[in-house]
């Protein structure tokens, strides 16, 4: 039995971080994890600068999802000025960060995490013998990436969407063009479902509670209250009910609700609104080893796939919905205002907040993204597995640790940089 | 991809590494997001290490080693220098590693705006001043843009491959941008940099309706008297004038500030680089 496991450079995730676990007669004495990303203070950055300069900035938090942050950015900021956005923008930002779901579950799904599962160091040491599934994973990032190309004009940092609306309108072909690729991106997602459900994972409760937004019109993306079994939140209230706090052995910032753990993703968007998963994605969701609110943490990979078929189809809809017709962006009113924008990432609820002045310039911001909510359960979720494996040997804890921190999904690029303290 | 896979002696890859530091791991992306070609790429050099993807990271001897992200800790710093020991070039990949990027704006900020972030900062790690790896250790090559187009990063990797000298790209934006028939967006009294930017990125954010922020860094020639009296005839005052030209490349710019306030557009110009003030201890 192992007495130390540090882990100074967990691999396969975006950005870095560390953990330190000591044992003693097979109860954990000392579990942390850490975010050791250096901090860039985003949050200080923005301020002085105009309320529409915001997206651009914060964008930058991610490269994963960034179109997540250019749009929570703008719903904050619209929020703040009373902006309406058209439906046509509302449907076009969710495609665009629809484009973006697709593309970051099948990145982290085959890139990050099948490797654990195969048994391999990398998804590109599986090519040999795994080409097609690679070849299909690299399909779905294609057709998520073609999607944020042809709506933002990158495939990264997307520009093309501002307050108010949209700098350049697609054409209605492109729109078409988007329907046929995710059409044929189907079959590659219905697979991955049942890839990912093949696995035998772990049998582990968490005891954090499974937040995200609930929307009653639909699965929830860009709109909802924060919520679980355990209540339900107005977004605007969002600073009464969690809170962040920060340990000194970590660059990221840990956050609670009502002083409790929770955990933010896939898995809880499956748990709190698996019900409103479209017809393709019940039916895999019935397929899967995922029963009625889902405790187990590892299930969170399974929940991703789940949802690949879920939005493909989404997406489709919502291409067959559009009929592009020319409008402006809408004019924001003056300010002063302060905003927050909620809304749901690949990772979990992503919170942008501004306080805009008079002069249009932004006078504080506060960001919260879902590795900052989900680290704390992270951190405790080992803290409780690692004792059920107490008696292997080293190497096969570390894997069933990695497996576990990574069916969580974490960036902790984004997570990085948040340091405010409040003390509630 | 096919004639480069004839060409490369399978037994004599490029050992190449890819590494971020404090970043958003957008460039690292940019590399995978090569969907058609990775797979071939692989075959191509020899991909040592790359943690972001790879267990097996071995982290010795490379040809070429790519860096993205920015130095913003000890930690980073430490990296970098040891990265830079192990390889005989060494890439600076993306904005961030390039120029500092948005990251890097902070060093042009009131410490006030970001003072009420540092409450009880990390015992054991100190933050340093955010800046480009050039600030610390010797940059081969320079890979540009916020992040880089995924089509360049993956020229160069066929370049290096086949033993072709990485050349960087030195029109302004506006070049590809008039090929692109975009309309002016200066004509449309929207704050664009692309006359004073290197292009090379296509003008793939004015091709979608938005303004160049300058992420690629100033053109060797630019100019930038001519630049800033254009964006006050259009009416931005100079403190956003300054703000926008330092958002991505402020470390790499020459003084804006001192020659903003010589008042007269046509001013002399002090070219040599902004220096470090010591706004964040």
Not at chain 1, 120 to 145: D, R, T
Not at chain 1, 355 to 381: F, H
Not at chain 2, 76 to 102: M, P, Y
């Amino acid at each position: 039995m192992p007495k130390e496991i540090t882990l100074n450079h967990i691999t396969k995730i975006e950005g870095h971080a560390k953990l330190n676990l000591s044992m003693e007669g097979g109860k954990v004495t000392k579990c942390e994890l850490s975010a050791t990303e250096g901090s860039r203070y985003f949050e200080g950055i923005v301020r002085g600068r105009k309320y529409y300069e915001a997206h651009e900035m914060t964008s930058r938090i991610c490269g994963i999802c960034s179109c997540a942050h250019v749009i929570a950015a703008l719903s904050a900021v619209e929020d703040a000025l009373g902006v309406q956005i058209s439906e046509q923008t509302y449907k076009l930002r969710e495609l665009l960060t629809l484009g973006e779901r697709i593309r970051s579950h099948a990145t982290h799904l085959y890139f990050l995490a099948l490797p654990d599962y195969l048994g391999y160091e990398s998804a590109l040491a599986m090519a040999p013998k795994y080409g097609k599934e690679l070849k299909s994973a690299l399909a779905m990032m294609k057709a998520g990436n073609g999607i944020i190309r042809l709506l933002g004009s990158r495939d990264l940092h997307p520009v093309s969407a501002t307050v108010g609306g949209w700098l350049k309108l697609p054409k209605q072909e492109q729109i078409d063009e988007i329907r046929k690729s995710l059409e044929q991106i189907r079959t590659d997602t219905v697979e991955t479902c049942e890839l990912f459900s093949s696995f035998r994972y772990p049998k582990f409760e968490t005891k954090g509670k499974f937040f995200s937004l609930i929307n009653p019109k639909k699965y929830p993306m860009l709109e909802g209250s924060f919520g679980s079994d355990g209540g339900i939140f107005d977004k605007s209230k969002y600073s009464d009910f969690i809170k962040e706090y920060h340990e000194p052995y970590s660059s990221a910032n840990f956050v609670v609700r009502q002083d409790k753990r929770y955990a933010v993703g896939a898995l809880s968007r499956i748990n709190t609104s698996g019900k409103q998963l479209s017809k393709e994605g019940q039916k895999a969701l019935k397929k899967s080893q995922i029963r009625e609110n889902s405790k187990n943490p590892y299930h969170n990979n399974m929940a991703q796939a789940i949802e690949l078929v879920h939005y493909v189809g989404e997406g489709m809809k919502i291409c067959e919905e559009l009929a592009i017709k020319d409008e402006k962006p809408v004019k924001a009113n003056a300010g002063p205002g302060r905003g927050v924008g909620a809304i749901e990432v690949p990772r979990g609820t992503l919170w942008h907040e501004y306080s805009i002045n008079s002069e249009g310039k932004i006078t504080n911001a506060n960001i919260i993204t879902p590795t900052a909510q989900n680290l704390l359960n992270m951190q405790e979720d080992i803290r409780e597995f690692v004792p059920s494996v107490a008696g292997r040997k080293k190497e096969e804890i570390i894997i069933q640790v990695e497996k576990l921190i990574r069916s969580y999904d974490p960036c902790f690029s984004c997570s990085a940089h948040f340091l405010e303290v409040k003390w509630a | 991809m096919e004639k480069l896979l004839q060409v490369r002696n399978p037994d004599n890859k490029l050992k190449v590494g890819f590494y971020g530091i404090t970043g958003c791991a957008g460039c690292l992306l940019s590399v995978i997001f090569n969907e058609d070609e990775l797979l071939d790429l692989i075959k191509v050099v020899d991909l040592k290490a790359f943690p972001f993807v790879k267990e097996v990271n071995v982290d010795e001897s490379f040809d070429y080693i790519f860096v993205e992200g920015l130095v913003a800790d000890e930690d980073d710093l430490e990296v970098l220098q040891r990265l830079r020991k192990n390889s005989k070039f060494l890439v600076a990949l993306g904005a961030c590693s390039c120029t500092g990027c948005v990251p890097a704006y902070r060093q042009f900020t009131l410490k006030e705006n970001y003072e009420h972030l540092l409450y009880r900062k990390r015992e054991e790690i100190k933050d340093l001043q955010p800046t480009p790896v050039d600030d610390h250790v010797r940059a081969d090559y320079y890979i540009p843009g916020c992040p880089p187009d995924k089509k360049e990063i993956l020229n160069f990797l066929k370049g290096i491959a086949i033993g072709k000298e990485p050349k960087p790209y030195e029109s302004p934006v506006c070049i590809e941008c008039r090929k692109n028939g975009n309309q002016c967006l200066l004509d449309l009294g929207k704050p664009c940099l692309g006359p004073i930017t290197a292009g090379g990125c296509n003008s793939v954010c004015i091709n979608g309706g938005f303004e160049c922020w300058g992420c690629r860094g100033p053109t060797k020639d630019m100019n930038l008297p001519l630049m800033i009296k254009m964006l006050r005839d259009r009416g931005f005052d100079d403190a956003f004038i300054e703000a926008r030209m330092r958002t991505f490349v402020g470390l790499k710019m020459p003084i804006v500030e001192e020659f903003m306030k010589s008042k007269e557009a046509g001013g002399k110009l002090d070219t040599k680089f902004y220096g470090k003030k010591e706004y964040f201890e």
